[in-house]
């Protein structure tokens, strides 16, 4: 593209923007409700699936060995255990370090003071790989001789894998469904600029501008409308954000939910809305300005 062709697209582009004040300022507005609304659910999506991440980092169950069994057949049980499919890491606790964690905490309660060694077991620690996988990779362990017994956890792990799925295909949903949104009333926006200077159009595809030429002003146009609301709509989900993070920690609701820091992924927002503004405002402009080019 020639440089003269950009310096006219540029400055027509922006003129448009200005010269049709209350039509653009509509169209930032809708492109800022529709970022922000897709934010929140990104975010969200975000702050579910790294509490779930957390979870699966810390996530184990218990494998009781069966008393019987000599510290050769341990050993070995072990060996079978590490072999299971999805099975990260397995750690051998005696009976006597299961019932010292047990006491922590409760030295001073007298009730504890005297529960023999043989109320506990000796015990696996088996830590997951895929949370998602935790019920099958239990039964699994279960399944193998010389295991008497498990306690596993896994509603909580299946809670969290259900809402993480739930709110990313909402997001993704919303996401595609919101763009459709901002696409037709950017395109219809600038098809309603553009009628007002359709003869104008005619005249310059009849003097042989190319369609890129007359297209050219209209796109800018888009992308700076695109590019305006995406900035707006940042600002507004860092302020938006913040404060229901404030609101959450204030009230303790929450306590358990470890929530993102919006300093930790400002530069990953701003870049997502930047793109989608300025997609969704230059290919509204090029659906706009299709019809008028028929000449």
């Not at 001789?145 to 709110?167: I, M, Q």
């Not at 600029?193 to 005619?202: C, G, K, V, Y």
Request: proline share 1%; glycine share 8%.
């Amino acid at each position: 593209m020639k440089r003269i062709n950009l310096d006219y697209f540029v400055k027509e582009g922006f003129l448009s923007v200005f010269s049709h004040g209350l039509m653009s300022f509509a169209a930032v507005c809708m492109i800022v409700a529709c970022l922000i609304i897709m934010g929140s659910f990104s975010l969200l999506a975000v702050n579910v699936d790294a509490n779930l991440t957390q979870l699966e980092d810390k996530n184990e169950f218990l494998a009781y060995i069966d008393e019987s069994y000599s510290e050769k057949q341990i050993e070995e049980l072990i060996k079978q255990v590490e072999a299971v499919d999805n099975v990260d890491s397995v750690k051998f606790i005696t009976k006597e370090e299961a019932k010292a964690a047990y006491l922590e905490g409760r030295e001073k309660n007298g009730l504890y003071a005297n529960i023999p060694d043989e109320v506990f077991r000796d015990r696996l620690s088996i830590h997951v790989v895929d949370l998602e996988r935790y019920n099958e990779t239990v039964d699994a362990v279960w399944a193998l001789e010389g295991v008497a017994n498990y306690s596993a956890e896994g509603e909580l792990a299946e809670g969290f894998v259900a809402v993480r799925n739930a709110v990313t295909a909402l997001a993704y949903v919303l996401v595609a469904i919101l763009a459709a949104v901002s696409l037709f009333i950017i395109a219809n926006t600038i098809r309603l600029a553009t009628f007002a200077r359709r003869d104008e159009i005619a005249i310059m595809k009849m003097c042989g501008a190319t369609d890129g030429f007359v297209r050219g002003p209209f796109v800018v146009e888009g992308l700076i409308l695109g590019l305006m609301g995406a900035l707006v709509a940042f600002l507004l989900q860092w302020a938006v954000y913040g404060a229901v993070c404030r609101a959450i920690i204030s009230s303790g609701a929450l306590a358990l939910f470890d929530l993102v820091a919006f300093s930790a992924i400002w530069p990953r927002v701003l870049g997502i809305f930047l793109v989608a503004g300025a997609a969704i405002g230059a290919v509204g402009s090029g659906v706009a300005i299709r019809k008028f080019l028929q000449v």
